[in-house]
């Protein structure tokens, strides 16, 4: 049991050892988790929200001109149905 205990002892003491000198030479600080904040987040999501106001707005109009050309064919054929 003795040993277990010093072999744990020594591990304990290399690990320790070795945060001591990772400490020193600086790569144990504390480094924020998660992604990087993006300072223009703001901006992008106005943006994409412009982008889908925009989006809709052009089916929109899409769907009105579809709607004008199949008037405008309509008035026609019923034109030259009653001009003959």
């Not at 591990?11 to 790569?27: H, N, P, S, Y």
């Not at 001109?65 to 149905?81: H, V």
Request: hydrophobic content about 40%; overall charge positive; some cysteine.
């Amino acid at each position: 049991m003795s040993k277990v205990k010093g072999y744990f002892r020594q591990q304990r003491l290399e690990i320790d050892d070795f945060i001591i000198c990772a400490m020193a030479a600086g790569t144990l600080t504390d480094k924020p988790r998660g992604p990087k904040p993006n300072p223009d987040r703001a901006a992008m999501r106005r943006l994409e929200a412009e982008n889908a106001r925009l989006t809709r707005k052009l089916a929109d109009a899409e769907a009105i001109i579809e709607a004008q050309k199949k008037l405008t064919a309509l008035l026609d054929r019923l034109k030259t149905e009653n001009g003959r």
